[in-house]
Structure formats: structure tokens, C-alpha cells
């Protein structure tokens, strides 16, 4: 994985390294031609988002098949990929709306999670300069952590530009809209937990987590965000844990990385 | 809840999703962020993705007391190991559902 690093090591390589090297291949991506004057940027897109496109299935499946059982409506689900396009936010929300939790409560945990894109629009904002602002509001809606980890190892690499870069975002878009809806309908077939469902949403996190352990720095502060959190979900009632024990490790990491840096 | 109700909750979710993506990209299009910014919100996803599994693996979330060693933790552990040796979102949820379903089916 060390190919898609990033500098700062805040990399979100959610995507497989296999899948990227097929098009990584592809005679197009090694030419350095001048993008704007390039009539395939189309083509461009669409290779370089089939592994998020392909990911995304059984991920936006599940969560169709889990707000299905939420007893949330088909066109619901639709309106919710369409208007926050965020994985796990959307599962956090299906999984709040179960346990009856307030539309508020729900809203400020979405901010909360997706607080981490702000990193990434930072990052991405650096080869996007100079766009049209109306361009800029356009791309700022696909800013996945996905697309965000494809279009930066492109960009890095040359010969990539808005155009392909806002089609990798859209063809992921609707790859997440038809699937979360498919599931939706689908979901109305399938009885509760069946092959498992339950479980998709613990997974995706795990894997997302392994994807995040770049260093020892990171690993600690996952402890501590383990441990702080634990002991806030038993001991004080509410889903306040989340944003309290994120708030806490963060902090812990933020420190032992400034103690690690100070002994340089 | 009815349709205003989904409207409003999934709106408001949209809105506060969009912010923190455009945000930067419209104000901060050369400018750098401050470097503790940048390494603070470098944590955010580690502590975020841990603070929501701690429960899960560890705690009996009906009476919210401690609970080791439950179906979900052990699953977690052959879960991690195929996401690290694949690297693959998909597949790791794939075999994450598939191992605690067989779990539901043969250990308890």
C-alpha cells in the first residue's frame, strides 16, 4: 500500500491496490498529454472509478437491505444517497433511527463523522486551484473518502484534471445511489440478519480502521478511543460516547504525535 | 415519519456532509491549513471508526454492561486479518457478514 501514500500519512486508501494497478496499466493513463485538449475524459473516469463503483455494491446493498428492515421507505433511501452520499454516516443514521433517536442527535453525528472530509477538500483543493467557484461547489458534493484516495493518487501522477476527476466522483455516486436503492427493494424479500446483514456495518468499520493504521501513533490512539469509549457507553447513557470519545482520542493522539515529534 | 420529516432529517444530514467537503476547497484553494490542525483531524477517522465499534465488540448493548468475548469481537478478528491481507472494502464486509453468519449458525 505504501504506492498511494500520501505525504502527510492521513491517506484514504479504501480501494484495492490490485484493482488500481489494472488501470494503472492502461496505455491512456501514462501519456502525458495536455487533459483539457483530451476528448477521453470520459473514458478516463469511468476506468479509473470501477474498484470504488465495484466496492460500493454490496456496501450500499446492505445498507438498502438494513433500512429496509428500519421499515425506512424505498424512495427514502434513494432521497438519503442522493442528499448526503456518505456511507457510513448514512449506516450511523439507519442505526440511530432503529434505536429512536432525535433528528438532532442524528444530524450532529453526521457532522461529526464527516468532519474527516475537510482534510481531504484541503488536500484536493491544492490541484483544483484556479476553477470556477461554481465548478469548486459542484466537485465539493463527491468528496468520498474513495474518490478522494483515487483522484490524489492521479493527480499526483499527472495528465489528470477536473473533468476526470468529477466523472470518477459521479459514476460512484450513482453506483451508491442504484445500490443503496437496490437494496432497498431487494431488502423487502430478505428476513432480518439473514446471510449476516447485521454485520456489514462492523465490518466496513473494521476494515476502514485497518486502512487507517499508519503508524504506531495511530494504533494508540485507537486504544484510547477503544478504552474512552467503552467505559462512556456504560457509564453514561446517550450516544454522546461517539463524539466524546472521538473528541478525547484525537486529542491523546494529537499529543503523543507532538511528544514523538519533540524527541526527533 | 413522513415525507417533510425524511426531507428535513436527510437535508439537514446533507448540509452539514457538504460544508465540512466545500468548505476548503472554496476558501483555502493554496492556503495550507495549520500544521496541529492538519495533524488533530489527522486522528478523527481512527478515534471516530473506534469510538463506534467499542460497543459492538465489547459491550452487551441491551443492558450496556461489559461483555468480552462476544460473537461480534471474535468475528472481528478473522475480519481483520482478510482486510489486511486483501485490502479490499467490499470483500472484507462480504467476509465479515458471511463468518458471523456461519457463527449464528454453528456456535451459538
Same mark, same amino acid.
Given at each position: 500500500m505504501a504506492t498511494h501514500k500520501t505525504e502527510r500519512g492521513?491517506?484514504?486508501?479504501?480501494?484495492r491496490p490490485e484493482t488500481l494497478n489494472f488501470s494503472e496499466q492502461h496505455p491512456s493513463m501514462t501519456e502525458q498529454t495536455d487533459p483539457a485538449d483530451d476528448a477521453s475524459w470520459f473514458r478516463d473516469g469511468a476506468l479509473a472509478s470501477w474498484p470504488i463503483c465495484f466496492g460500493y455494491i454490496p456496501i450500499g446493498l446492505a445498507l438498502g437491505v438494513l433500512a429496509n428492515q428500519a421499515e425506512i421507505p424505498v424512495w427514502a433511501v434513494a432521497m438519503m444517497s442522493v442528499l448526503v452520499f456518505a456511507g457510513s454516516a448514512q449506516f450511523i443514521c439507519v442505526a440511530m433511527l432503529t434505536a429512536g433517536a432525535s433528528i438532532w442527535a442524528i444530524i450532529f453525528t453526521t457532522f461529526v463523522v464527516n468532519l474527516r472530509h475537510f482534510l481531504m477538500s484541503s488536500a484536493v483543493a491544492v490541484h483544483l486551484s484556479g476553477l470556477r467557484r461554481i465548478l469548486l461547489n459542484l466537485f465539493a458534493? &463527491?468528496?468520498?473518502d474513495e474518490s478522494f484516495a483515487v483522484n490524489m493518487a492521479r493527480f499526483r501522477r499527472g495528465g489528470w484534471d477536473f473533468k476526470r476527476a468529477i466523472t470518477v466522483n459521479q459514476l460512484a455516486n450513482l453506483a451508491w445511489v442504484l445500490s443503496t436503492t437496490s437494496g432497498a427493494v431487494i431488502g423487502q424479500f430478505i428476513p432480518r &440478519?439473514?446471510?449476516?446483514?447485521?454485520?456489514a456495518l462492523t465490518a466496513m468499520f473494521l476494515a476502514l480502521l485497518l486502512f487507517q493504521l499508519h503508524n504506531m501513533i495511530y494504533v494508540l490512539t485507537g486504544i484510547a478511543a477503544l478504552v474512552i469509549a467503552t467505559a462512556w457507553y456504560i457509564f453514561i447513557p446517550g450516544n454522546s460516547y461517539i463524539i466524546g470519545a472521538s473528541i478525547s482520542a484525537a486529542t491523546i493522539g494529537f499529543f503523543l504525535k507532538r511528544y514523538q515529534d519533540s524527541r526527533k | 415519519m413522513n415525507f417533510s420529516d425524511y426531507l428535513f432529517l436527510f437535508g439537514g444530514m446533507g448540509l452539514v456532509t457538504y460544508l465540512p467537503r466545500w468548505l476548503p476547497l472554496f476558501y483555502l484553494a493554496q492556503r495550507r491549513l495549520p500544521q496541529w490542525l492538519i495533524d488533530w483531524l489527522s486522528m478523527i477517522p481512527v478515534a471516530i471508526l473506534c469510538s463506534l465499534l467499542a460497543p459492538i465488540l465489547f459491550t452487551d448493548q441491551s443492558s450496556r454492561s461489559l461483555s468480552l468475548g462476544k460473537p461480534e469481537f471474535l468475528v472481528a478478528i478473522p475480519t481483520l486479518l482478510f482486510a489486511l491481507k486483501t485490502k479490499s472494502l467490499g470483500g472484507t464486509v462480504l467476509v465479515g457478514m458471511g463468518l458471523y453468519w456461519l457463527s449464528s449458525l454453528f456456535l451459538w
Open positions: 492521513f491517506s484514504k486508501k479504501r480501494h458534493y &463527491g468528496i468520498t &440478519g439473514a446471510f449476516g446483514t447485521d454485520y | -
